[in-house]
T-cell receptor, first 117, second 114 residues
Framework: AAGVIQSPRHLIKEKRETATLKCYPI?????VYWYQQGPGQDPQFLIS???????DKGSIPDRFSAQQFSDYHSELNMSSLELGDSALYFC????????????????FGPGTRLTVL | SQQGEEDPQALSIQEGENATMNCSYK?????LQWYRQNSGRGLVHLIL?????REKHSGRLRVTLDTSKKSSSLLITASRAADTASYFC??????????????FGTGTQLKVEL
């Protein structure tokens, strides 16, 4: 079965550079979530989108922005990168859909490992 | 902010034994999900239990939920070396804007030795 696809899998950037992470949800899934997991930490919710609209926002720095496109893929844009942004970034998807089709289960992608030097 | 606290933080058992991990949370939830993560890898969904359910089974996994105590437990029976991983509970809250926001616990590192 198709899973969540994230690209790139690894990314190395210098301080103050920008980075763009991409997420392709499971086909037919309409909701995308972004999480950040620092070394030895639990995943922290950043932001979510349902039907291309932001549905919730967590502890996401103002330097980060994200959007969901018409084909439901999502991109997380990170600017003025700091050393502390080094982490695993996960995207997850789920299906909200119409009544009866909703699944609350979130399926996670393999993550993008961002290293800021 | 952290919603879930898990205990133990680390658990080491012998293959064939059962492993029990506990999760406590602070606020009301719509559902609770358990995930497994191998070192530095992705999060694999194990099981979801809704707030109106008390127990669910999936293969060697048994999850319980006690909403009055705001706690959940994950039991892995007849553990195998391949079960070695970190296990996270995540409380789910249905968003009015669409979706199900997860707040993760601190995780339990399980090591199953041969």
């Amino acid at each position: 079965a198709a899973g969540v696809i994230q690209s790139p899998r690894h990314l190395i950037k210098e301080k103050r550079e920008t980075a763009t992470l991409k997420c392709y949800p499971i086909p037919r899934h309409d909701t995308v979530y972004w999480y950040q997991q620092g070394p030895g930490q639990d995943p922290q919710f950043l932001i979510s989108f349902y039907e291309k609209m932001q549905s919730d926002k967590g502890s996401i720095p103002d330097r980060f922005s994200a959007q969901q496109f018409s084909d439901y893929h999502s991109e997380l844009n990170m600017s003025s990168l700091e050393l502390g942004d080094s982490a695993l970034y996960f995207c997850a998807s789920s299906l909200v859909g119409t009544s009866g089709a909703t699944t609350d289960t979130q399926y996670f992608g393999p993550g993008t490992r961002l290293t800021v030097l | 902010s952290q919603q879930g606290e898990e205990d133990p933080q680390a658990l080491s058992i012998q293959e064939g034994e059962n492993a029990t991990m506990n999760c406590s949370y602070k606020t009301s939830i719509n559902n609770l999900q358990w995930y497994r993560q191998n070192s530095g890898r992705g999060l694999v969904h194990l099981i979801l239990i809704r707030s109106n359910e008390r127990e669910k089974h999936s293969g060697r996994l048994r999850v319980t939920l006690d909403t009055s105590k705001k706690s959940s437990s994950l039991l892995i029976t007849a553990s195998r070396a391949a079960d070695t991983a970190s296990y996270f509970c995540a409380t789910g809250f249905i968003l009015t804007g669409g979706g199900n926001k997860l707040t993760f616990g601190t995780g339990t590192q399980l090591k199953v030795e041969l």
